[in-house]
């Protein structure tokens, strides 16, 4: 069986652990996701081209309707 010192230096070295694992997990929360990511879009042709991407793959996948169809 253990003795008391050796019980007492593995809740230590435990307990050291458990705090520095702690520590390397801290996440600082940001208060606002929308200031995280404003301005890491530095390429403004190529952030259009992706606009202009998206609306073309949405209107694509729109069903068509005989009744909208223009004249």
């Not at 307990?15 to 301005?39: A, D, H, M």
């Amino acid at each position: 069986m253990l003795d008391e010192t050796t019980i007492e230096q593995r809740l230590l070295n435990l307990e050291r652990t458990v705090v520095e694992l702690q520590r390397l997990l801290q996440v600082t929360p940001t208060s606002n996701w929308l200031e995280k990511v404003t301005g890491s879009i530095s390429d403004e042709q190529g952030f259009l081209e992706v606009l202009k991407y998206g609306k073309s793959f949405r209107e694509a996948d729109k069903p068509t309707d005989e009744a909208e169809e223009p004249a």
